[in-house]
């Protein structure tokens, strides 16, 4: 175990310009300061004109040394099994990253500060019986208003046996910056309700039909199924309106809006849930493989053009796209990927960057290990839906949890599979806790 050092007591607020310290302002009761080691302590002073509401603010400043770190803490008083909303406020000055510069962790603990454990067993498949110990909270980054103070906050349930929550507010690594903190609260509020979604995928080879239009309807009984199992979501293959065609990709382009997104809107507003086509788009004289998302009032809720081409699309002139919109939904935010973005990270980690919670995922075929690890390295739900035969040991259409592992797979052609999950439930490993709100901290640049 490391040895902490705490730093108590106060250095001065600023300096003046003619050189001399202003004296300390009384830091407000509870907090004190730590920094691993003397060498590498920031400066800690209280402004109490500071602050997002000019009621004070709690301020770390570092020299201009590479690797400076220390952090406020204040232990809040909780009852296990209850739900608490923390809020802080934080506003930086000269960090290049503000989300690893200026942190939050909440640290559950028994009545003597000592760790506890959580009252439930792990949400991880690999690891279905343990109870891993509670670690450390990681609320997240929401706006940021006009003069620069962003909201740090979330709603966290507290484990049956915590009496007390630690919270620190940690400054890391930014040479001559300053963080902020200001208005921080944790306050008992009402348990969250769940938000259950149903997400299906369709597997299914449109083999019947010549032109693009054929191949939209041999797709509307399959959703109408999905309906009927209250669907919220249905994920449909890769460019299906080209799919044995005998046509170029170039011959099946059409606009967005266009014909098939018309067909489509109108059965998601038929059966009142979202789909996700996969689709050729004509932009003028440009090419996209697309997957386009069709909402329950009838509308295009939006569109992603394929960042990572293959070779066969390279050669017929398809044009990449490049960049990685997220979508909010009824039931909560959506990005897509089209096939070969799943051989690349980054496609899926930009869109869990972006708050997508559900990866929807139309692909002809991929290793399916890789869809494991894109929903398994961002801890989000993927939807894949595709036209290879289980048989081949390649892409299945299926539903994978945020651990990764295959939640529902439709295995026989001209099926859905279909599953209800709960984006409000955290997934907690063990020595990790929840990693999906660590990754906002610990991912590099």
């Given at each position: 175990m490391r040895t902490h050092l705490l730093v108590t007591g106060l250095l001065c607020l600023?300096?003046?310009?003619?050189?001399?310290?202003?004296?300390?302002?009384?830091?407000?009761a509870g907090w004190t300061t730590v920094a691993l080691r003397a060498e590498i302590a920031p400066e800690f002073s209280f402004n109490p004109a500071g602050g997002h509401d000019g009621k004070g603010s709690l301020v770390t400043r570092s020299d201009s040394r590479e690797g400076l770190t220390g952090y406020w803490k204040k232990a809040f008083p909780v009852q296990g099994e209850r739900s608490y909303r923390f809020v802080a406020w934080r506003k930086t000055d000269n960090a290049t990253s503000p989300r690893r510069a200026g942190i939050v962790r909440i640290r559950w603990q028994d009545a003597a500060g000592n760790p506890v454990s959580h009252d439930q067993p792990s949400t991880a498949s690999y690891l279905p019986n343990a109870i891993p110990r509670a670690e450390p909270e990681y609320p997240l980054d929401k706006a940021t208003n006009s003069e620069?103070?962003?909201?740090?906050?979330d709603i966290y349930r507290a484990p049956a046996k915590a009496k007390r929550a630690e919270v620190e507010l940690h400054f890391r690594w930014a040479p001559a910056a300053t963080v902020e903190w200001s208005g921080v609260a944790f306050s008992e509020v009402p348990a969250?309700?769940?938000?259950?979604?149903?997400?299906?995928?369709?597997?299914?080879?449109?083999?019947?039909g010549k032109t693009p239009a054929d191949k939209c309807r041999l797709f509307a009984p399959l959703i109408a199924d999905a309906a009927r199992q209250k669907a919220d979501l249905v994920v449909l293959p890769e460019t299906l309106t080209y799919f044995g065609t005998g046509l170029s990709m170039i011959d099946c382009a059409e606009p967005i809006p266009g014909p098939s997104t018309q067909y489509f809107s109108e059965l998601a507003k038929q059966?009142?849930?979202?789909?996700?086509?996969?689709?050729?788009?004509?932009?003028?004289?440009?090419v996209y493989n697309v997957a386009v998302l069709l909402g329950p009032a009838g509308e295009i809720v939006g569109k992603y053009r394929k960042v990572c081409l293959p070779r066969g699309e390279i050669e017929e002139g398809i044009q990449p796209g490049k960049d990685y919109p997220v979508f909010t939904t009824r039931f909560g935010k959506v990005g897509m990927m089209v096939c070969y973005d799943g051989f690349f990270p980054e496609v899926a980690r930009e869109l869990s960057n972006r708050g997508a919670e559900v990866i929807a995922w139309p692909v002809w075929g991929c290793n399916p290990l890789l869809a494991a690890a894109r929903a398994c390295e961002n801890h989000v739900y993927l939807v894949s839906s595709t036209y290879t035969d289980p048989a081949a040991k390649w892409t299945i259409s299926a539903v994978y949890g945020q651990d990764g592992q295959v939640l529902t797979q439709a295995k026989e052609w001209g099926t859905i599979a279909i599953t209800e999950v709960d984006l409000n439930r955290r997934l907690h490993w063990s020595s990790l806790g929840d990693f999906k709100a660590e990754l906002t901290r610990h991912r590099p640049e």
């Open positions: 600023a300096i003046t310009g003619s050189g001399a310290a202003e004296k300390s302002s009384p830091v407000p620069g103070w962003t909201e740090v906050s969250p309700a769940p938000r259950k979604v149903r997400l299906a995928t369709v597997h299914y080879q449109p083999k019947e059966h009142n849930l979202y789909l996700v086509a996969g689709l050729l788009e004509r932009d003028q004289h440009l």
